[in-house]
């Protein structure tokens, strides 16, 4: 036991340091060869989608006598339609303007000294992810395209995927002349892999990104010694304020919960002005109702729909990600900030209001990544913000937050250019 | 022992929660009465400053008493001249612009949804300093602007003067209306206090800020389990490329080295274009001697003078703060990238160059929070670089990187307006 850890100890250090001196020529990389590297590794998916599958038949079959549900299985199965997804995915990204080298603002002092700060890559990223084959291109990508060198390490039921999509990760790389170590994943199921990419590997990884359950994410969490891009949960909230436009409001709420139930930036509570409980509360209730949505409220709510179930105080901390919607009637925007600083999780919520004065009390007081008004929370989504791609929604405060696009994968540095000042 | 311990946890995590909520009122405080807190925190400094330099006569006595040096004792010392420096610091805070709510970006998406990213406060900081009593007020009222509430812990030499200027601070808030829990100074000099702050008092720290010696900044890197904005030291490194300006390349390296040198942004060492060592190298390294500077150099750089002493390896990564330059021949600007990377902080370097592809081919390449052209280290400054005041240096990647000023202690987040929109 000592030796297999020590084992992978040393395995995961070599991973890191020479992610850490691959980083540094990518730092510096140009945008064509990131391009090119990107492109080829599209190319080499698609020519190589027989032993792709080949090795996805090898994870099913693992996974089908392991017992693995039907859902785990349909996240980790591969065909060749998604193989074409996951190599125009990784086109969309060669298509995305290069973040690094962009100057995000510039300014002249008076002793005439030009200051600029410039977009650089991060450093090195390490990502850990579940049984999603596709997440070890779709992170890869992401993390080249910043300038990043990446650490991933799949799910032990998805490896042989993972390492064959990874194949054609590397041949890219090569055709592009960029260093093969740019993108490595992790060639061990042994779990005491992530245990090490927890310590950050002595100072050679930025930052981690967790994609997966719930689990995953708290233990990466509480266990990280280094910066972490992720949430925990997503307990999206709508407010119906009684100035909302009725057509508005059911179109909303049945579309933040009902459009895809098990998605992030799903809706999990609806909360109710009460003073329009019997109208529109009734009306987008109803509406739920009749799409196949479970609505488990308070007396006040049960009074309003017959069908509705109590509601315990668990509900208004839960994430169902289910066809299942927790309801309450609130006083005022005042009362729904306030239920959502007590049971949300910082991820998006949305206010449905006429009322501009309500709707910026809300977009000022909720402390959420994602606030919205008039819109549907399913639209947390870092492609939907015009971001291209994310690697996944952060809710946290530090560096990212929101959606973690291209450009939250970069740091930066300033550039002073002078004519010989020397400081008085 | 366990009694005192428990008692220390206790206060702390009493600090953390009085904070969060302070935190969450000041997120949303007016600018007119952030800047009212600062001005009549300035006005209760100089109606107070008799007790205040009582205080400090009590921690200068402690001081001398324990045998601390000349310099420490320097750093401690408060008169009227420094009070009244410390008050004008708060109205300079208080004319600064509000970072809270600022627009830093605005788009449009297809579908008419409005994304705008405004800038919102961090929560609350932690700041862990040292004897310089100064802190406590530049450090409380940065925080404060950037709406974000802290908690103050100086070094238990400065005890009572801080706490002398913490009691201003109070009064600027309750003046203003706003909590005076936004400002709260640790009520303890029990050293056990400094490992409850870096735990981050059960996530109601959401990042650290040491200001002080090495020591320091070591201990809180290595030990927080919050993001820590820091620098470790400062090996600033001046590069003399062979197609410097004479004249510029003399005044920059006296400058940047002996300026003032107990400062971060001090130079350490000289790398010298070996093909230029003889003309423009000697120029320097003579104009550097003459000021009064010790040379530890190379073979080579003995030979262009003769009071320079022999260099070991340890010099490449020390950091003096004292007159001493360590200095090195270098074979063109690959060369003297090669070197900092190998020994640099990642603080500051300036190439002195007339020859703009070296100095763009330096700027690129060398990874630091600021790289310069043909100007001194020593603007390395959050008001040099007119961020009007800084609440320190950072080094690392995430977050923050170069002078932390207000702008690097706020979040951000995303408001959405729509009109209805619905994902398809």
Same mark, same amino acid.
């Given at each position: +036991? ?13 991973? &890191? ?50 017992? +693995? ?19 125009? &995915? ?13 100057? +995000? ?47 991933? !390490?799949? =799910? ?6 993972? !390492? ?35 310590? &950050? ?10 994609? &997966? ?46 459009? !895809? ?34 609505? !488990? =409220? ?35 925007? =005042? ?20 009322? *501009? ?25 870092? =492609? ?6 994310? *690697? ?33």
């Amino acid at each position: +036991m000592t030796d297999k850890r020590d084992n992978v100890t040393d395995i995961m250090k070599a991973l &890191g340091e020479k992610a850490r001196l691959a980083s540094r020529l990518l730092a510096t990389a140009q945008t064509v060869q990131k391009n090119l590297a990107l492109k080829e590794a599209a190319k080499s998916l698609r020519s190589q989608s027989p032993s792709i599958l080949e090795a996805n038949t090898r994870d099913i079959a693992k996974g089908e006598a392991d017992g +693995m549900s039907k859902a785990f299985l349909d996240r980790l199965t591969l065909n060749e339609a998604r193989i074409e997804a996951i190599a125009a &995915g990784l086109e969309a990204i060669a298509a995305l303007p290069d973040p690094v080298g962009k100057i +995000m603002s510039r300014w002249e002092r008076p002793n005439g000294l030009q200051i600029e700060r410039v977009r650089t890559p991060l450093g090195v990223i390490g990502v850990i992810y579940e049984s999603r084959p596709n997440v070890t291109a779709d992170a890869g990508a992401l993390c080249l395209k910043a300038g990043n060198a990446v650490i991933l !390490r799949g =799910g032990s039921d998805s490896y042989h995927s993972s !390492r064959a999509i990874h194949a054609c990760l590397t041949v890219g790389l090569e055709a592009a002349g960029l260093p093969v170590d740019a993108i490595q994943i992790v060639p061990t199921t042994d779990r005491a892999a992530v245990g090490e990419l927890l310590t &950050g590997l002595s100072g050679n990884v930025d930052v981690l990104v967790p994609r &997966g359950g719930k689990s995953l994410v708290a233990r990466v969490q509480s266990e990280a010694r280094v910066p972490v891009f992720s949430h925990l949960e997503g307990i999206c909230h709508v407010y119906i304020d009684k100035s909302a436009d009725p057509a508005k409001a059911e179109a909303i709420s049945v579309n933040a919960k009902m459009r !895809r139930t098990g998605i992030c930036g799903a809706a999990e509570t609806l909360l109710i002005d009460r003073s329009v409980a019997e109208t529109l509360g009734k009306q987008v209730l109803e509406a739920l109702s009749k799409s196949g949505c479970t609505i !488990r =409220g308070t007396d006040d709510i049960q009074a309003l729909i017959a069908s509705a179930e109590k509601a315990t105080e668990e509900d208004w901390s839960t994430e169902y990600l289910d066809t299942i919607i927790s309801a309450k009637l609130v006083d005022g925007v =005042g009362d729904a900030i306030a239920h959502i600083a007590k049971y949300g999780s910082n991820h998006t919520e949305s206010i449905i209001a006429e009322d *501009i004065e309500a709707a910026e009390t809300f977009l000022n007081k909720v402390d959420s990544a994602i606030v919205m008004h008039n819109a549907s929370t399913q639209f947390a989504d870092g =492609g939907e913000f015009g971001m291209g791609a994310e *690697i996944g929604i952060a809710t946290g405060r530090m560096h990212a937050r929101g959606p973690v696009g291209l450009e939250q994968l970069t740091s930066f540095k300033y550039r002073v250019h002078g004519t010989g000042q020397i400081r008085p």
